[in-house]
């Protein structure tokens, strides 16, 4: 590995359709140095990552120079998306996680990062078949084995569980050893200790440059929220158990998903499902949604009614407002911010119907709770990712659901977003007693109303308890910053 580069800006603007998104950008990361960047969510982080990488035109310079002389350093560039939509060839041939990553680097530097990454057992699985923080893993090895000079990471630790955060805190703090020069969009809570200065943006333009020891010198403090009234939402009351499951095992291939569940979820409850990554928390979530195939040939009861007993997945899922890491990357580049909340009255991925007046009214309270009007008629790719997770939770409520089965809800939103989502949902759930179900790899975004927990272990439930647990008034997710060593 050469030596580090140093990367200097200066005035670096871009500007689309008449509209300023990066405003005179200019700063110095010397050699040696590893920025994070933070911001709200559209401040304009993602778009300077891009910029960075060269996919994004712009005015202004960017200079790369190592020991003083102009270089041209590999820059590799992680973005904030789903990590299967760069892998589609892979997909479609059934490609195995080592057979993917083949293609990039030699064998022994694929089963070297494997081992380092803890993802050894999964290496023979097909992608398809690997949880989202798995293919957030591949993702990453994928792009190391090119031996970037320059790694710009976009929210990498969105979607991994405690152990995971840790292994890829002391993989980017032994990169920066390295001579690797590394770039991080995250939020102040998880900062690796590699990280020597952090850029604050906000409106399209770096607002505070520093080191950052100075940021324990920074209140973090999050906007008063008005008690804005909710739109219109039914009260949530049914008799009976909404979920029941009898010693429920999925499998996949040799691959045993779940392992006899044995689960009752009664109306009003609200439940953590906690597990590291692949524990089979999401394909619990699909067979309540109806999106599991396997789900006929099981002991499942929805809603008091066994599953194969006549009801369509469509009577299902209007009973359910789902979100997953998975929807946001179903809908079609096209479909504006308006007709994806508004397709949640039909469970579609599109809107094929025309709307009645009371349905697009209700639309434009939802766009207007989440500050979102000036935005319905946007694209949902041109929305920032934590616009869209509002965009989809919007979607989620927009028909009066009898139960949230949320996968990482807070995914991809600033500090302020999921403190207002996490309120948010203890709102809901006391105005309109629903029923929650809620997967999160961080304790402090899991709403106050959670009191029970099923925790999965390779399939396994390892636990299942009641909890009595204080409302988070003050969470230290949204104080000071938190760093792994």
Excluded at 136 to 142: E, G, N, T, Y
Excluded at 194 to 200: D, G, L, P, Q, Y
Aim: hydrophobic share 40%; glycine share 8%.
């Amino acid at each position: 590995m050469e030596t580090y580069c140093s990367i200097i800006l200066n005035n670096v603007s871009v500007q689309q359709a008449g509209h300023l998104l990066l405003d005179h950008i200019s700063f110095t990361l010397n050699a040696g140095e590893h920025l994070a960047i933070f911001g709200a969510s559209g401040s304009g982080k993602s778009l300077l990552a891009q910029v960075l990488k060269g996919s994004l035109l712009h005015t202004g310079s960017i200079e790369y120079k190592r020991s003083g002389r102009p270089a041209a350093p590999f820059v590799a560039y992680i973005p904030s998306v789903h990590p299967l939509e760069n892998y589609v060839a892979a997909v479609k041939s059934g490609a195995t996680l080592t057979e993917t990553l083949l293609h990039k680097g030699p064998a022994a530097d694929v089963t070297n990062w494997l081992e380092k990454f803890q993802l050894t057992p999964r290496a023979h699985a097909p992608i398809t078949r690997l949880s989202y923080g798995e293919l957030k893993k591949m993702q990453l090895i994928d792009h190391l084995l090119g031996q970037p000079d320059i790694l710009i990471l976009d929210r990498i630790f969105t979607g991994l569980d405690v152990k995971s955060r840790t292994v890829l805190h002391k993989v980017i703090n032994l990169l920066a050893t390295e001579g690797v020069t590394i770039i991080l969009i995250a939020d102040r809570h998880e900062l690796p200790a590699s990280i020597t200065h952090f850029a604050e943006m906000a409106g399209g333009t770096v607002i505070n440059y520093a080191p950052v020891e100075k940021l324990g010198f920074m209140k973090s403090v999050l906007p008063r929220e008005p008690e804005t009234p909710l739109p219109s939402l039914k009260k949530a009351y049914h008799i009976g158990p909404l979920i029941g499951m009898k010693q429920v095992s999925i499998r996949s291939g040799n691959t045993l998903l779940l392992n006899n569940i044995n689960w009752q979820v009664n109306n009003g409850e609200c439940w953590l499902i906690k597990g590291h990554n692949g524990a089979g928390k999401s394909t619990l979530l699909r067979l309540i949604n109806g999106d599991h195939p396997q789900a006929y040939a099981q002991q499942i009861s929805l809603f008091g009614r066994k599953r194969g007993s006549g009801e369509s997945v469509w009577d299902i899922k209007r009973r359910i407002g789902f979100i997953s890491p998975e929807l946001q990357h179903l809908f079609d580049r096209d479909i504006s911010v308006f007709e994806v909340i508004g397709s949640g009255f039909f469970d579609t991925i599109g809107l094929f119907e025309k709307l009645d007046e009371a349905q697009a009214l209700k639309v434009k309270e939802w766009l207007s709770f989440f500050s979102l009007q000036d935005k319905a008629r946007h694209l949902m790719t041109t929305l920032s990712g934590g616009e869209r997770r509002l965009v989809l939770l919007a979607r989620a409520l927009i028909k009066d659901p009898l139960m949230l089965a949320l996968d990482g809800p807070c995914q991809g939103l600033d500090d302020s977003q999921s403190a207002m989502v996490v309120r948010l949902l203890e709102r809901i759930h006391a105005e309109t007693g629903m029923t929650l179900l809620f997967i999160s790899h961080y304790e402090d975004e899991v709403p106050s109303c959670v009191k029970h927990i099923i925790e999965l272990e390779n399939g396994h439930p390892t636990l299942y308890k009641k909890i009595a647990r204080p409302a988070f008034a003050t969470s230290k997710k949204y104080t000071l910053t938190h760093r792994v060593l």
